[in-house]
């Protein structure tokens, strides 16, 4: 998976985005723009989409710390990428909406589901435990994962403009 110096400016860039999208989002809590942008990068650079997503896990340990609730981070979007990698890549346009909604909100929906193991690890839950853990969080995920729906409006969107970008860049 080698990429160019310019991919690599763009996949900065985009992680830098992700970033600022969520530290302008933090006075919402479990609304943001990261599954949204994690689907459609995935959606147009496919195995590539790990570098910009990476470059937001970083710049979220650097900015707000390397603790242990960051450690989900390490694999929690690598999970919606996987996600969207298994999706067909020709997926007819009207339903591709709906479908890339449905994947984003799938993965709000289980956000605390996917960080349990983490936490049971890092503070020794036993398996009631981690499922009274992950039942403390359900209204949480709920909201989650309705803001994904509601927000997952913006990744036909947001692929539209990188590949008209990425069309208008390569014509040069």
């Given amino acids: 998976m080698k990429i160019t110096v310019k991919e690599t400016v763009i996949f900065a860039m985009l992680g830098a985005i992700m970033y600022v999208s ?12 990261i599954g949204v942008f994690t689907v459609a990068l995935t959606v147009v650079y496919r195995k590539k989409a790990l570098w ?3 470059v937001y896990v970083a710049l979220t340990g650097f900015f707000s710390g390397f603790a242990t609730w960051w450690i989900p ?3 929690i979007w690598a ?8 999706l067909p890549r020709k997926i007819p346009k009207k339903i591709a909406p709906v479908v890339y909604m449905l994947v ?4 709000g929906f289980l956000y605390g589901t996917l960080y349990a193991p983490s936490q049971a690890l890092l503070f020794g839950l036993d398996f009631k435990e981690t499922l009274a853990w992950i039942a403390a969080g359900l209204p949480w995920d709920v909201v989650h994962g309705i803001s994904n729906l509601i927000c997952g409006i913006l990744i036909v969107p947001i692929i539209s403009v990188i590949r008209l970008t990425e069309k208008k860049s ?3």
């Fill in 22 to 33: 969520k530290v302008i989002m933090e006075f919402v809590p479990n609304i943001h723009l």
């Fill in 52 to 54: 910009p997503i990476y």
């Fill in 73 to 75: 981070y390490l694999y």
């Fill in 79 to 86: 999970v919606l990428w996987g996600m969207t990698m298994l």
């Fill in 104 to 107: 984003c909100s799938a993965h």
């Fill in 170 to 172: 390569t014509a040069k």
